[in-house]
């Protein structure tokens, strides 16, 4: 099967025929619970993602947003081969995640990248910022004494940390959030990936350094045509930097679809409660009436009819009986309702 | 009219690097009956000015000057048996990550239990009746008294610790990012409620956040505070429509807005002053587009420009212009990407 190396060469390798760098394909990643002090339950299961399909084409972003517990985070792991999925394959440049292993999932990790929330948690505290910078060469072997310090010192100031020199010494902690943040986009941009994954990445800055960070990361991906997946509870974010934006509830896909359709006109019963509930920096902006109640029932066990029944305001029999396909409720734009399905 | 009048207030840090002024001077009103929402980011100092107000400031802390004048009373002046009859009875705390502070040993109802019979006037039946009667107000399952806190969901632990601040029917709630880490549906129903109980109780809220949305949203009137001063004060209507001060417009600037994805985001380049060794100036000026000699030099005082409307600026008399020209990127200073 995968061969070492095979991934690193299907990057110049011509991309799949739609274009897509990464496709899901009925993904599905089920956690089994613990129950008691002893062992586990009869069988039970958290069901994380459960049947996700999509695809992200190349240099596009993605956002996925939903609540917390709606399986973004895991989605996410599985993207980069954190978790294998329980079911479904994710095919990254052409090749089934779960099939690389050695050299070939090396190659993988060196394509793949990931920003996380905390950057004080991401950089290692007792590591210089050169130094943490210089982990993922040495990791990858990439370059070589001066060469890689060359590298350490683009990769800062194309982040924007001006004078490079002056941070190379300095320990994490010496920085501030989003100068941090941005030495944690300079990391993951150390070993020149083609897939960015970033879960919450400016969730922990403050808002009059959010927006510089998040300039940054559009501005990168977009020189570097690279492909971006952010993970995020914020709408307004999401619709600020994503080309397509993906909603998640309960582990599966509500609605997906071209950013401005999704949140400007979106269609499932549940992005609507979403975007109405989303606070609005305008004090002349009415408040709008919320019915739904805003407990989201547990993930656990085996799932019957639609995952939204129990908070829909348009709640109908065949939700309770039938899980809801994606439909076709635009152009690029699918939603999971019954709402939408042609025959009603 | 208002309940609360903070003069010239001034809360000092002891720390190992020296004495640090995280609360520099602030003056401020909190009316009758009105949800004030004071706003600045992580290390302003609004965390510290709403702790300081009820004085539960932690241990290397203290105020260092100035009068907190509740209802005619100097806060900031009474011995500590005498602030105490305060707490919980007439001014009230949701603590930031509220969602910990209740104790994970005891039931909710045990908790409330002990609240309620603090002051010796209630007996039992009447707390249990009085604490089913605060789940009501704050939309909580019954039912849910019989809980421990770990048994509740963040939301619902949340809708807690507000039942508990109100249960001593205190008039002032300070309530420290109490939707924060919230899912924005829980966030929306529990902002409601606060706005909704404002107006039931007579209730006066300070709402202490980061997040502008959430003042736009629940706030009659706004301060904004940075590096220990409050920088500008206004109905949250007028602040919105018109900042006054260059921070205020560098906030909006940064934020992002759901229903105008199409507009740019400009940051605030640098950050906010070591509290240790602040400028002498206005303590914006390193970062303000629009500092002039004067900024650096000589401290800006925090003025009445209309009836209602303050700032501490210079330029305020200027704003009208000073606000056309924030909309500009290269103004910030910000680095062509």
Not at chain 1, 188 to 195: G, K, T
Not at chain 1, 246 to 255: R, S, W
Not at chain 2, 26 to 39: D, S
């Amino acid at each position: 099967m995968a061969r070492p190396g095979a991934v690193m060469a299907s990057r110049a390798a011509a991309p799949r025929i739609d274009g897509s760098l990464v496709v899901a394909e009925a993904v599905q990643k089920y956690f089994p619970i613990r129950r008691g002090l002893f062992g586990r339950g009869a069988g039970d299961y958290l069901r994380g993602v459960d049947g996700v399909s999509f695809a992200i084409p190349g240099g596009t972003s993605l956002g996925i947003a939903g609540e917390s517990g709606c399986g973004k985070t895991t989605l996410a792991r599985l993207l980069l081969r954190l978790l294998t999925p329980t079911a479904g394959r994710i095919v990254f440049a052409g090749v089934d995640l779960g099939t690389l292993d050695g050299a070939a999932l090396l190659g993988f990790r060196r394509q793949a990248q990931l920003m996380v929330q905390n950057p004080y948690e991401a950089i290692n505290p007792r590591f210089t910022i050169g130094r943490a910078l210089m982990e993922p060469l040495i990791i990858h072997r990439i370059g070589a004494g001066e060469d890689r310090l060359d590298r350490v010192i683009a990769a800062l100031t194309q982040v924007n940390l001006h004078p490079a020199e002056a941070f190379l010494d300095k320990f994490p902690h010496q920085l501030s959030g989003g100068q941090l943040q941005r030495v944690g986009l300079a990391r993951a941009l150390m070993v020149d990936p083609i897939f960015l994954v970033a879960d919450e990445p400016v969730s922990m800055l403050d808002v009059s350094v959010r927006a510089g960070v998040l300039n940054l990361m559009k501005a990168i991906a977009r020189s570097r045509q690279l492909t971006t997946v952010y993970i995020s509870h914020d709408l307004s974010l999401v619709r600020y930097v994503c080309d397509t934006t993906m909603i998640m509830y309960l582990g599966t896909v509500a609605e997906i679809g071209p950013t401005d359709a999704v949140l400007a006109h979106p269609k499932h019963p549940y992005t609507q409660l979403l975007v109405a509930a989303a606070p609005v920096p305008d004090p002349t902006y009415p408040v709008p009436e919320i019915a739904a109640p805003e407990q989201v029932p547990t993930p656990i066990g085996p799932a019957h009819g639609c995952p939204f029944k129990d908070r829909c305001p348009h709640v109908m029999p065949v939700c309770h009986t039938t899980t809801p396909p994606l439909v076709f409720v635009g152009p690029k734009h699918q939603a999971a309702c019954h709402l939408y399905e042609p025959t009603h | 009219m208002a309940l609360l009048t903070i003069e010239d207030l001034r809360v000092e840090y002891r720390t190992s690097r020296g004495v640090t002024r995280a609360v520099d001077g602030v003056n401020l009103e909190v009316h009758e009956g009105e949800v004030l929402g004071l706003v600045g980011e992580s290390g302003c100092g609004k965390t510290t000015l709403g702790r300081a107000i009820i004085r539960v400031l932690p241990r290397n802390a203290g105020i260092a000057g100035g009068r907190i004048l509740f209802d005619g009373t100097d806060l900031a002046a009474l011995p500590e048996p005498e602030m105490a009859r305060y707490r919980w009875r007439e001014i009230a705390m949701v603590p930031q990550a509220a969602m910990d502070s209740l104790d994970p040993v005891y039931r909710l109802g045990d908790q409330f239990h002990e609240v309620l019979t603090i002051t010796g006037r209630l007996a039992r039946a009447a707390a249990r009746a009085r604490a089913l009667e605060l789940c009501d107000l704050v939309g909580l399952d019954r039912r849910r008294l019989a809980a421990y806190p770990h048994e509740l969901s963040g939301g619902m632990r949340q809708r807690a610790a507000i039942a508990l601040a109100l249960a001593l029917s205190p008039r002032l709630i300070l309530a420290d990012e109490p939707v924060t880490a919230l899912d924005v549906v829980v966030q929306h129903h529990i902002l409601r409620r606060l706005r909704q109980l404002r107006a039931e109780l007579s209730l006066s809220v300070v709402l202490v956040t980061h997040d502008i949305s959430v003042i736009a949203q629940t706030c009659d009137r706004m301060a904004v505070m940075y590096a220990g001063k409050i920088v500008e004060v206004g109905r949250t209507v007028d602040v919105f429509a018109r900042p006054q001060h260059p921070y205020t417009m560098g906030l909006q600037n940064s934020f992002p807005n759901l229903l105008r994805p199409q507009e740019m985001l400009i940051p605030i380049e640098g950050a906010p002053p070591d509290l240790l060794t602040p400028p002498p100036g206005c303590r914006f000026a390193p970062r303000c587009p629009f500092a002039v000699d004067r900024c650096p030099v000589d401290s800006p005082a925090l003025r009445e420009l209309t009836p209602g409307r303050w700032a501490a600026c210079h330029r305020a008399e200027e704003a009208d212009v000073l606000r056309l020209h924030a909309r500009e990127a290269q103004r910030w200073r910000v680095p062509v990407l």
